[in-house]
């Protein structure tokens, strides 16, 4: 069966460090991966985009990887700050033209002061 | 700019109600999508629709219809709630199909009683 599976664990860290969470994915071939962020009684904010041709995309603090061949993606937040605790989301797309997004169940980040 | 806006943002509804729930977008993008989330379960999508006039089934379509008859608004009905469907709806719109972001809402908080 189809599977994205992402830390059910909030991620506890310390400002300033930098926080990785993991996006795996099973019987999926994405033509790209997307990484949203969603606040308590919010709808998502999209975030990064990363191709299958890709390796690695950044924006600001934040940086995205994607390996097919280990069906995973590692998202990265340097030098985290209280504002960046939040829910994080990946979802994979491209299985059809339509932009249908298959979304993991997110992982939540504290960032500690 | 007001993006993607839904309507209402709270409702109660007795088992066997039928209720609308209205999503309208400003940004001229052909692609709408419901969803709806779960504690536990991410997102999923219920129906979506690739331009006015159209409209094509998601992951979790039983018990919900959709009509795009304008190009800004795409509605979701309910026609017998269940308490199943208690839930938060989110609409999303993209501007195409292939690897654009998606815009979402700030959801809908259904609850079924």
């Known amino acids: 069966s189809q599977k994205i599976e992402q830390n059910s664990e909030a991620l506890n860290i310390q400002e300033g460090k930098t926080a990785t969470l993991t996006c795996n994915y099973t019987n999926y071939s994405p033509a790209y991966l997307q990484w949203y962020r969603q606040d308590p009684g919010r709808g998502p904010v999209f975030l990064l985009l990363?191709?299958?041709?890709?390796k690695e995309k950044r924006k600001e603090r934040l940086k995205v990887t994607f390996d097919t061949t280990l069906k995973q993606s590692l998202f990265h937040i340097t030098a985290s700050q209280p504002a960046d605790s939040a829910t994080y989301l990946c979802?994979?797309?491209?299985?059809?033209?339509?932009?249908?997004?298959?979304f993991g169940k997110g992982n939540q980040v504290v960032v500690i002061p | 700019n007001a993006g993607v806006t839904q309507t209402p943002k709270f409702r109660v509804l007795k088992t066997g109600q039928s209720m609308t729930l209205l999503c309208a977008q400003d940004m001229n993008h052909e692609y709408m999508y419901w969803y709806r989330q779960d504690p536990g379960m991410g997102l999923r999508l219920i129906h979506y629709s690739v331009g006015e006039g159209t409209t094509a089934k998601g992951e979790v379509p039983d018990g919900y219809n959709v009509s795009r008859l304008k190009k800004q608004n795409f509605l979701l009905g309910l026609e017998s709630a269940a308490p199943s469907q208690t839930s938060v709806y989110f609409c999303?719109?993209?501007?195409?199909?292939?690897?654009?972001?998606?815009?979402f809402g700030q959801g809908t908080r259904l609850t079924v009683v």
């Open positions: 979802a994979l797309g491209g299985v059809d033209g339509n932009n249908r997004l298959a």
């Open positions: 999303a719109s993209s501007p195409t199909g292939e690897g654009t972001e998606a815009f």
């Open positions: 990363i191709r299958e041709n890709e």
